[in-house]
T-cell receptor, first 114, second 115 residues
Framework: AQSVTQLGSHVSVSEGALVLLRCNYS??????LFWYVQYPNQGLQLLLK??????LVKGINGFEAEFKKSETSFHLTKPSAHMSDAAEYFC????????????FGSGTKLNVKP | DGGITQSPKYLFRKEGQNVTLSCEQN?????MYWYRQDPGQGLRLIYY???????QKGDIAEGYSVSREKKESFPLTVTSAQKNPTAFYLC??????????????FGSGTRLTVV
């Protein structure tokens, strides 16, 4: 079965600092990979996705993620954190052999300190 | 603009009562999904439907029921058999088939509380 691991349920950074949120997946076949952001009491919004094109994917709000097959990772980064980035972030996997299901990580709450 | 509408935003349920959460989409998506979200547990799949009049159980279907009579609508009923229904419920949709690299579009959620 597919699984997604997000290291760190809470991450705290200072405004202007680098944001790094980690995601690892388990699959022998590279899946489709996604990052979503959720603000309090709202649904999830797509930040970016990897679909076997370029390994470095740029998304909205200055975020980007790099797919590393050898490490089975898809970490999310942003060079300079902004207060408005405070939210919960979810990594998700959609197996290439079963497009009917997504597998979500347990989420990482990002806190941005002034 | 196209999107997914969930209603109500907040819902209160008494013990032993069934309640229905609404999910409507105008994106012409074939597939629709219901997820439950609890703090620290991420999203867990309740039910999903790929076509009208067909649906499958997800990982935590017990105590829930769904219907898919129209492409646009996928209501979720939380029955009295669900012993711990207090949670945030999210509906999502996506194209299916060859567009499998498409992500989900989510609704804004319904927060259900047992009183």
């Amino acid at each position: 079965a597919q699984s997604v691991t997000q290291l760190g349920s809470h991450v705290s950074v200072s405004e202007g600092a680098l944001v790094l949120l980690r995601c690892n997946y388990s699959s022998s076949v590279p899946p489709y990979l996604f990052w979503y952001v959720q603000y309090p009491n709202q649904g999830l919004q797509l930040l970016l996705k990897y679909t076997s094109a370029a390994t470095l994917v740029k998304g909205i709000n200055g975020f980007e993620a790099e797919f590393k097959k050898s490490e089975t990772s898809f970490h999310l980064t942003k060079p300079s954190a902004h207060m408005s980035d405070a939210a919960e972030y979810f990594c998700a996997v959609r197996p290439s052999y079963n497009f009917n299901k997504f597998y979500f990580g347990s989420g990482t709450k990002l806190n941005v300190k002034p | 603009d196209g999107g997914i509408t969930q209603s109500p935003k907040y819902l209160f349920r008494k013990e032993g009562q069934n309640v229905t959460l609404s999910c409507e989409q105008n994106l012409n998506h074939d597939a629709m999904y219901w997820y439950r979200q609890d703090p620290g547990q991420g999203l867990r799949l309740i039910y999903y439907s790929q076509i009208v009049n067909d649906f499958q159980k997800g990982d935590i279907a017990e105590g829930y029921s769904v219907s898919r009579e129209k492409k646009e609508s996928f209501p979720l009923t939380v029955t009295s058999a669900q012993k711990n229904p207090t949670a945030f419920y999210l509906c999502a949709s996506s194209p299916s088939g060859t567009e499998s690299n498409y992500g989900y579009t989510f609704g804004s959620g319904t927060r259900l509380t047992v009183v």
